[in-house]
């Protein structure tokens, strides 16, 4: 099956400071590009939508400028957690949609960000 | 807006038993897809099965199968031969075909698969 990869899969960082996860479709072309934050025993919360060379688009009550998403190529998006604080703590998954079969989402295996 | 609803938070069954988790969805829409995605503890969300609303034969995957029950909205997933492996949370998606094709997941099932 096709393979998305997120970098990091876990980062430790103070308040205050920025961290970027990486999200890359491997074997496929990803017009469009999903993040997701999880908190625990809960299910997954759709954050934005990514798309290819344009502007990603947020869901109701997500911080765009919290949360800089960009999706350069069609195989990567990056999320990046601006002046991270311990609110910002959680799970933040990705996923990637195959151009070729448009209606299935490949996921990445998530990054768990703890902001001390 | 489409909701998922899975009214079962917790499941146990034995090995080598059969289980099926329920789901229900609302929808005005009358073509989309419709996704079981298993995430076991690793956290890595794996796709298990997935429907589409214009077919009537409910789909299979070796041993996960559905019971597609479009006029209910209803969208069960039936493990057979359950296995150790198979514990895990399952989330059952929504997918409308129109816009940007987000997924909806429902609030999640844990299944736990007993030796």
């Known amino acids: 099956g096709a393979v998305v990869s997120q970098h990091p899969s876990r980062v430790i960082c103070k308040s205050g400071t920025s961290v970027k996860i990486e999200c890359r479709s491997l074997d496929f072309q990803a017009t469009t590009m999903f993040w997701y934050r999880q908190f625990p025993k809960q299910s997954l919360m759709l954050m934005a939508t990514?798309?290819?060379?344009?502007?990603?688009?947020?869901e109701q009550g997500v911080e765009k400028d919290k949360f800089l998403i960009n999706h350069a190529s069609l195989t990567l998006s990056t999320l990046t957690v601006t002046s991270a604080h311990p609110e910002d703590s959680s799970f933040y998954i990705c996923?990637?949609?195959?151009?070729?079969?448009?209606?299935?989402?490949?996921f990445g295996a998530g990054t768990r960000l703890s902001v001390l | 807006a489409q909701t998922v609803t899975q009214s079962q938070p917790e499941m146990s069954v034995q090995e080598a038993e059969t289980v099926t988790l329920s789901c229900t969805y609302d929808t005005s829409e009358n073509n989309y897809y419709l996704f079981w995605y298993k995430q076991p503890p690793s956290r890595q969300m794996i796709l298990v099965i997935r429907q589409e609303a214009y077919k009537q034969q409910n789909a299979t995957e070796n041993r996960f199968s559905v019971n597609f029950q479009k006029a209910a909205k209803s969208f069960s997933l039936k493990i057979s031969d359950s296995q150790l492996g198979d514990t895990a949370m399952y989330f059952c998606a929504f997918m409308s075909i129109q816009g940007a094709q987000k997924l909806v997941f429902g609030q999640g099932t844990r299944l736990t698969i007993n030796p």
């Open positions: 990514s798309n290819e060379g344009s502007k990603a688009t947020y």
């Open positions: 996923s990637a949609q195959d151009r070729g079969a448009k209606n299935i989402q490949y």
